[in-house]
Nanobody
Framework: QVQLVESGGGLVQPGGSLRLSCAASGTRRMINFMGWYRQAPGKQREMVAT?????????TYADSLKGRFTISRDNAGNTVYLQMNSLKPEDTAVYYC??????????WGQGTQVTVSS
């Protein structure tokens, strides 16, 4: 059973930073793809950033977040991070980690709340 454990969310003031982590466990299969999505109240879930563990680690960001958010992963390819800087109130959302495990499919974390407020 693949499990994703997210951490690092919380309350931060505008202009502050947070670093989210997501650790995958429960499989020895290769994780091909890792990413972060978010869902604000009353809105659809949207892609924040993704990174592949193949093709040299291709990274994709939502256009509106480029320059403020940085996705990365550990060398083992089992943990993905999201560094969020210059946070704005509109970044408030539940942030979800997702992975695609070779031969098993797509998995989602339980979500971690990020609140940007003074």
């Amino acid at each position: 059973q693949v499990q994703l454990v997210e951490s690092g969310g919380g309350l931060v003031q505008p202009g502050g930073s947070l670093r989210l982590s997501c650790a995958a466990s429960g499989t020895r299969r290769m994780i091909n793809f890792m990413g972060w999505y978010r869902q604000a109240p009353g809105k659809q879930r949207e892609m924040v950033a993704t990174i592949t563990n193949t093709n040299g680690g291709r990274i994709t960001y939502a256009d509106s977040l480029k320059g403020r958010f940085t996705i990365s992963r550990d060398n083992a390819g089992n943990t993905v991070y999201l560094q969020m800087n210059s946070l704005k109130p509109e970044d408030t959302a539940v942030y979800y980690c997702t992975v695609v495990v070779q031969g098993l499919g797509n998995y989602w974390g339980q979500g971690t709340q990020v609140t940007v407020s003074s």
